[in-house]
């Protein structure tokens, strides 16, 4: 079917252009009846609104959420640092930025650009995005659109990330070179691009160096239930673990805690490693040992490469960002025995 354009849908329903315009925009100046009147020839008509580069000066934050039964947006400290990093550069190019739970966006095509013409919206960038949110390449090419954390199928869809391979091995490295053998992971998220590619490099990294890395001591984040963790760390010590490898900071102070109140010694009875060092990290007891992902610059150069796009500039390839390892006091010796 052809498209009809705003100027059509306007004779076709009596109505002028600028009142057509209001119901795209979802202005409250437009009487009820007439707003479904425009709106049932618009969906007849098959109708989809141009964004406009240059006329919107909006930018979506689209993150994702691990409940898929949620609607509202709460920032994780590494959402929260992202964000900053992103606003730093659209508010120095005059551009604000408004932020979405990834379950609300539409996932036809058309749909979310409407969604995006209504909001003003130019460009879009995804965060903390699930590997099954394959949906985002059927928006390439309607708007610039940066993923961050993940790599889409697209080449219209750029990305900024980290690369987890090299200090993902080195964090195994450092607790081999203590001793340790037997090694658990917490909290991972394999729906998580990140997530997997950390495992990825333990795993090999582990099977290269002789250390044991079995299922029965990875503790996947969506099957994970609180309660049940001072048992499952029990068990974990008892299978002869000695060392435990976090993929989130704010759990691994969670883990911290527990193993406090279970008389379970960090460093000595059991070593401690978390991922994205947050600025609280330093302030454990013990100070925890941490890879350091540069969370603030994946912001700032994803809100670089929108900016680019909108304004027509030369467009940076795709980046990876290389994460730190931060040696603290949660790591020692492997306890014999």
């Known amino acids: 079917m052809q498209k009809k354009s705003i100027y059509e849908i306007a004779k ?62 709460s920032l994780s400290p590494y959402c929260s640092e992202v964000v900053n990093g992103l606003s730093s550069i659209f508010c120095k190019y005059g551009y604000s930025l408004s932020l979405f739970p990834v379950n609300a966006v539409p996932r036809d095509r058309d749909d979310f650009k409407i969604f995006c013409f209504r ?36 080449d219209k869809i750029k990305y900024v990330k980290c690369d987890h391979n090299a200090v993902s091995a080195e964090a195994v490295e450092l607790l081999y070179q203590q001793g340790h053998r ?17 495992y990825q490099a333990i795993e090999s990294t582990c099977q290269r160096l002789g250390m044991t890395l079995s299922k029965e001591n990875i503790l996947i ?72 992902q540069p969370i603030f610059n994946l912001g700032a150069y994803a809100g670089q490469h929108i900016i680019n796009q909108l304004r027509d500039e030369t467009t940076p390839c795709n980046l990876s960002l290389e994460p730190q390892l931060i040696v603290r006091k949660s790591v020692g010796p492997a306890k014999q025995g």
């Not at 394959?134 to 610039?144: E, K, S, Y």
Request: with cysteine; aromatic share 10%; charged share 15%.
């Open 12 to 73: 076709q329903t009596g109505v002028s252009p600028t009142t057509v315009s209001r119901v795209l925009n979802n202005h409250p100046n437009v009487s009820a009846a007439t707003r479904q009147t425009v709106l049932k020839a618009i969906n007849g008509a098959n109708y989809v609104p141009t964004i406009s580069k240059s006329a919107f000066e909006n930018i979506g934050v689209f993150i994702g959420t691990y409940d898929t039964d949620r609607y509202s947006v």
């Open 221 to 292: 984040q969506s099957t994970s239930n609180y309660e049940d963790l001072p048992y499952l760390l029990e068990n974990m010590i008892r299978r002869g673990v000695t060392a435990l490898l976090c993929f989130d900071n704010q759990f691994s102070m969670r883990i911290l805690h527990l193993l406090r109140t279970m008389d379970i010694r960090v460093p000595e009875d059991v070593s401690l490693i978390g991922y994205d060092d947050y600025s609280f990290a330093q302030y454990c007891s013990p100070p925890l040992t941490a890879i350091r």
């Open 119 to 154: 909001r003003h919206i130019g460009a879009a960038v995804f965060l903390n995005v699930s590997l099954q949110d394959t949906f985002i390449t059927d928006f390439a090419g309607l708007l610039p659109i940066v993923c961050i954390g993940t790599e889409m199928d697209s």
């Open 182 to 198: 037997n090694l658990a992971l917490l909290n991972v998220a394999f729906n998580i691009q990140d997530h997997m590619e950390r």
